[in-house]
């Protein structure tokens, strides 16, 4: 098996439509339900906009924090979830189904190997 992360890309802007969102998050808590069934789930959870962010760098040799996200963009991470799958097609399977779910671009990456041991 193979830990993959899925990243839900969401755009800036106004929250969408309470009813909207409610079929949303009822579909991805399917999805959480099927995984867990199947054994992949690892975990998730969405996240604050970036405007709650706090980025830590590091700037000659003292860590310099600053509010806001790490870059400027139209897109930010608005959620992760963790599944542990057998190959890239079976995370792509499931990238698929949160992206019909959520409407949302989904990016699957797999972690690298020792991750999670």
């Known amino acids: ?17 309470p009813e909207f969102l409610a079929q949303v998050m009822r579909e991805v808590g399917e999805l959480r339900d099927e995984l867990a ?5 690892v975990f998730g959870q969405g996240l604050h906009g970036p405007e709650t962010a706090t980025v830590l760098r590091v700037r ?3 860590v310099l ?9 139209k897109e930010y991470l608005g959620g ?8 890239l097609d079976a995370a792509l399977d499931w990238g698929r189904r949160y ?6 671009p989904i990016e699957v990456r797999p972690f690298r190997p020792g991750a999670g041991d």
């Open 80 to 87: 992760v979830t963790i599944i542990d799958v057998p190959d």
């Open 65 to 73: 924090v600053t509010d806001g996200p790490f870059v400027e963009g």
């Open 60 to 62: 000659d040799g003292d």
């Open 99 to 104: 992206a019909l779910a959520t409407t949302l």
């Open 1 to 17: 098996m193979t830990l993959y992360l899925l990243s839900m890309h969401q755009p800036q802007g106004g929250v969408p439509e």
């Open 37 to 41: 069934a199947a054994g992949s789930w």
